[in-house]
C-alpha cells in the first residue's frame, strides 16, 4: 500500500511529464482498505494516477482473506446469497466507490478519465450473449457514468463488444495480444457506435479502451529465445513486447481515419485508445520502468501496479514519444523472430488462451474463498 505524506502529495515530476505526452496513468488495482483509507483519493488528487482498472486477480487478491469484507460478508450471508452473487455484489460495490473518487477526473476531462474498469464473470469469454446480458447486469449494479465494463477479446467476445456499444456502455477491451485482433477490436467497436448512432445515443457519452497486454510477450518470446541460445536470439531479448505494441498503436492511428470515422466523430465520438496492460516488469533484468518509458505516445493510457507507478516516479525517464517513428524497427524485430522459428500467430494465441485461462482461475479461487467466508458466516449466525 502507498502511504503517500503530505510532501509526496505533489505529482512526481516523470508522472507529470508522461501527462504532458498526452499518456494517461492509470493504477491497475483496487482495494476496499485503498479506499476506506483515503490512499486512493490521495492518489487521485495529488495527480499520479486519472483512472483505476480491476481483474478477477486483484479482487482475489481484495477479497480473498475477507478481513476488509468482513462485515459485508456476514450481511450477505444472512441473506443466504450464492458466492457468485456476494462476488458481483462486492465488487461492484468497490468499483462504484472508486467510481466516486474518481468522478472530479471524470468531470474535467470530460469523460476521457477518472474511469474506473470492472470485468465481467472470465468464465464467459467464449458465450457472446452471456456475456452482453453481464455487462449490462454489472453497468446497472455499478451505476456510475465513470465505469468501464471489462470484455475479453476473445472471437466471441468480439460481437459482445459490438453489441455493448450499441446500449451506449464504456468499454475496456481486455486481454488483447496480436495485431490481428486489435483491428477486429476496433471494427467491432465502430460497429458498435454505429448502430448506437442508429438507435440515437448520444455518442459523445461513450468511451472505449483496448487493453493491448505487454510483458506477457516478452516472458514467453525470451523463453524461447533462451531456448535457441544462440547470439541473434539473445539480441532480440526484450524487445518483441515493445514491437508489437508500437505496431499496435500505429494500427490505431491508421484506423481511426478516413470517411467512416469521419462520420461518426462529427457525431460525437471517441477514438478507442491503446491501455498498454501487463506493464509490470517480469525479467528483473531489465529496466522495471521499461514499459512505462518505452511507450509513450499521445493519447495512451498505461494503466500501471504499484511498484511500477512507485518507480515511475522515483526514477522514470520520460524524453517524449518514443513509440511513433519506431514502427521500421518493431516490424525488423517480429520479422527476426519468424525467421529464428518463432511464429507470431502462435505465440499470440497461446498467450490469449493462457490470459481467458488465468483468470478463470483466479476467479474460482475467489469464489471458493468467499463460499468458505459466506459458509462460516452462515455458521456463526446460526
Do not use: C
Amino acid at each position: 500500500m502507498i502511504t503517500v505524506n503530505e510532501e509526496a502529495t505533489a505529482t512526481a515530476e516523470p508522472l507529470q511529464r508522461l501527462a504532458a505526452e498526452g499518456v494517461s496513468v492509470w493504477l491497475d488495482d483496487l482495494s476496499r482498505r485503498r479506499i476506506a483509507s483515503g490512499d486512493l483519493a490521495r492518489l487521485v488528487t495529488s495527480g499520479r494516477v486519472v483512472g483505476v482498472t480491476t481483474n478477477p486477480s486483484i479482487f482475489r487478491a481484495a477479497i480473498g482473506s475477507g478481513e476488509d469484507y468482513r462485515e459485508e460478508l456476514a450481511g450477505l450471508a444472512a441473506r443466504g446469497v450464492t458466492p457468485d452473487e456476494a462476488v458481483r455484489t462486492m465488487t461492484a460495490a468497490d468499483v462504484r466507490a472508486a467510481a466516486d473518487v474518481l468522478r472530479p477526473v471524470y468531470e474535467a476531462t470530460g469523460g476521457r478519465d477518472g474511469r474506473v474498469s470492472i470485468e465481467v464473470d472470465p468464465r464467459l469469454a467464449h458465450r457472446t450473449e452471456a456475456t452482453v446480458a453481464e455487462a449490462v447486469r454489472l453497468a446497472r449494479l455499478v451505476d456510475r457514468p465513470n465505469a468501464m465494463i471489462k470484455i475479453p477479446a476473445t472471437t466471441e467476445g468480439l460481437p459482445a463488444i459490438t453489441e455493448v456499444t450499441a446500449l451506449g456502455i464504456s468499454v475496456n477491451v481486455t486481454l488483447i495480444f496480436s495485431l490481428d485482433r486489435h483491428r477486429e477490436v476496433m471494427e467491432a467497436y465502430l460497429a458498435g457506435l454505429e448502430k448506437a448512432r442508429a438507435a440515437g445515443i448520444d455518442l459523445s457519452t461513450v468511451h472505449s479502451v483496448a487493453s493491448f497486454f505487454v510483458s506477457r510477450v516478452d516472458t514467453e518470446v525470451d523463453r524461447r529465445l533462451t531456448e535457441l541460445g544462440t547470439d541473434e536470439a539473445a539480441a532480440l531479448k526484450g524487445r518483441a513486447a515493445l514491437a508489437n505494441a508500437r505496431l499496435a498503436y500505429r494500427a490505431q492511428r491508421e484506423f481511426f481515419t478516413g470517411g467512416r470515422w469521419a462520420a461518426l466523430a462529427a457525431a460525437g465520438a471517441h477514438e478507442q485508445r491503446p491501455l498498454w496492460a501487463s506493464t509490470g516488469v517480469k525479467d528483473p533484468a531489465y529496466r522495471d520502468t521499461l514499459y512505462v518509458e518505452e511507450l509513450v505516445a499521445p493519447g495512451t493510457v498505461n494503466t500501471v501496479p504499484e511498484a511500477t507507478l512507485d518507480a515511475v516516479a522515483d526514477h522514470g525517464r520520460v524524453d517524449g514519444d518514443t513509440v511513433t517513428g519506431h514502427y521500421d524497427r518493431a516490424g525488423a524485430d517480429l520479422a527476426a523472430l519468424e525467421r529464428l522459428g518463432i511464429p507470431y500467430d502462435a505465440v499470440v494465441r497461446q498467450l490469449e488462451d493462457e490470459g481467458v485461462a488465468k483468470f478463470e482461475a483466479a476467479w474460482a479461487e475467489l469464489l471458493q474463498a468467499v463460499a468458505t467466508a459466506l459458509n462460516g458466516k452462515g455458521a456463526e449466525a446460526r
